[in-house]
């Protein structure tokens, strides 16, 4: 069975400070990996994904994800984070081949100050 | 193209009561998920849908839970009776993709058994 680990629950920032989430997922096979975002009061929009090819993914709004597939992470990056970016982030993943759902991490809540 | 629409967006009922959320999907999308996260663990899938029919059901927490995908639109997750651990937010997705790589969520249920 899949799983999804985020390191920390909850993160508070300030305005132009680096972010990095933590993200480890257990699986034996082949996945795909995501970053969701939940801003307040709206849906969860897609950050970015990775299904194959370079490693360091770009996403929208300026974050990027490195997978490394020895250390099982798919850590999500932002050299400067805004107070916009206060949401909640999840991790997730699917198996590649076949039939897969996603499985989510618990999510980290993101707080930037102004 | 209108999103992935959910109602109620929040939902407060009595332990013993019978609620049901309703999911209307991006037009033209085969496959419906339904997802759920309880108040601090991770969202966790309940069951997909192919047009009208079941794919998969295996997240399905019991049988008090039924769901339903008419005519392969719209679908609705009925709960009867409520419980209290039945309380979290309940989020519906659509995709053209079989493996929904292409997942767009709605903004949820929040569901509140007392």
């Known amino acids: 069975a899949q799983s999804v680990s985020q390191h920390n629950h909850h993160v508070i920032l300030s305005e132009a400070a680096s972010l990095e989430l933590g993200c480890n997922y257990s699986?034996?096979?082949?996945?795909?990996l995501f970053w969701y975002v939940q801003y307040p009061g709206q849906h969860l929009q897609l950050l970015l994904k990775?299904?194959?090819?370079?490693?360091l993914v770009k996403g929208i709004k300026g974050f990027e994800a490195e997978f490394i597939k020895s250390k099982f992470s798919f850590n999500l990056r932002k050299p400067s984070v805004q107070w916009s970016d206060t949401a909640e982030y999840f991790c997730?993943?699917?198996?590649?081949?076949?039939?897969?759902?996603?499985?989510f991490g618990k999510g980290t809540m993101l707080l930037v100050s102004p | 193209e209108a999103g992935v629409t959910q109602f109620p967006s929040h939902s407060v009922i009595e332990k013993g009561q019978t609620v049901t959320l309703r999911c209307d999907p991006i037009?033209?999308?085969?496959?419906l998920y339904w997802y759920r996260r309880v108040m601090g663990k991770e969202i966790k899938f309940l069951l997909h849908?192919?047009?009208?029919?079941?794919?998969?059901e295996s997240g399905m927490p019991n049988n008090r839970f039924l769901a339903e995908r008419t005519g392969g639109t719209y679908s609705t997750l009925k709960v009867q009776p409520a419980e209290l651990e039945d309380s979290g937010v309940y989020f519906c997705?659509?995709?053209?993709?079989?493996?929904?790589?292409?997942?767009?969520f709605g903004s949820g249920t929040r569901l509140t058994v007392v």
């Open positions: 997705a659509s995709s053209q993709e079989f493996q929904g790589f292409g997942y767009t």
């Open positions: 699986y034996g096979g082949t996945v795909n």
């Open positions: 990775y299904f194959s090819g370079d490693p």
């Open positions: 997730a993943v699917n198996a590649k081949s076949g039939y897969s759902t996603l499985t």
């Open positions: 037009s033209g999308h085969d496959n």
């Open positions: 849908f192919v047009k009208e029919s079941k794919q998969d």
